[in-house]
């Protein structure tokens, strides 16, 4: 399966150029590098390389202690590299992929969430399965499926909105806003459904036109220090809110 898909890289890499003459083949140097690139993305599609050693240095919570894993795509993940401080006096662990979409989640919600054994789990949904024109109906199975793993793992389920984007830089002839809001409907409505706390992003980030106000984002897809200022405390509530806390 491994060579064949090699196979194909390697075929879509010369067409371009060896076929219709836009561009010089690659050299086959940096054919091989792609490929290699290729073979070892396939090798671990869901990343779990990605946080494998800092999930073996993490020590057990204490007794007592109220851990949270904020997990997710690159929202997550640049809560605290890009977003300014990342909630310095709690006990929560971020556990973000850059890129991800729901299946590739999915897969390492054992790992990066369960095995971590939090109290609770903030689902920050993400752009990716819109951007990378995913099926609906695929993603809530895997958001179906992510929640149904948190409970039967005792693991109580915050789920947030999908953050607001009327475009996506890379992917410039979508027109997400719509379908972003159409989406968290259905998230909406799932968490009242199946008693889970929601946080919706939408009333301190979004903008008329359904994409992210301009002084709160970076590119119109994720939030700046601002925009996680802005989001934490709805998160912290929503983590109280799953937790009992008054």
């Known amino acids: 399966m491994m060579r064949f898909l090699a196979g194909l890289f390697t075929v879509a890499v010369l067409l371009p150029g060896a076929l219709w003459g836009q561009a010089p083949a690659p050299s086959s140097a940096d054919m091989a590098k792609q490929v290699a690139t290729m073979k070892a993305k396939l090798a671990d599609w869901p990343q779990l390389g990605y946080y494998r050693e800092a999930n073996a240095a993490l020590p057990a919570a204490a007794a007592g202690q109220d851990r949270v894993v904020f997990f997710g795509a690159s929202v997550a993940e640049f809560w605290g590299k890009r977003g300014g401080q990342f909630f310095p006096d709690k006990p929560y662990i971020n556990r973000g992929i850059g890129g991800q979409t729901s299946a590739q989640m999915l897969v390492r919600f054992r790992q990066d969430v369960i095995n971590l054994h939090p109290v609770a789990v903030v689902f920050l949904e993400s752009t990716n399965d819109i951007s990378q024109e995913m099926e609906p109906e695929m993603s809530e199975d895997n958001w179906e499926s992510i929640a149904e793993l948190a409970k039967a793992n005792g693991i109580r389920m915050i789920l947030t909105s999908i953050t607001p984007s009327s475009h996506f830089p890379w992917n410039p002839s979508l027109h997400p806003a719509e379908t972003i809001r159409t989406r968290n409907v259905w998230l909406k409505e799932y968490a009242a459904s199946h008693s889970l ?45 799953a937790l009992g806390v008054k």
């Open 197 to 241: 706390t929601y946080v919706d992003f939408d009333p301190v980030l979004a903008n008329a036109e359904g994409g992210m106000k301009a002084e709160l984002t970076v590119d119109g897809v994720h939030p700046n220090k601002e925009g996680y200022a802005a989001m934490a405390p709805l998160v912290q509530a929503g983590i109280d809110k």
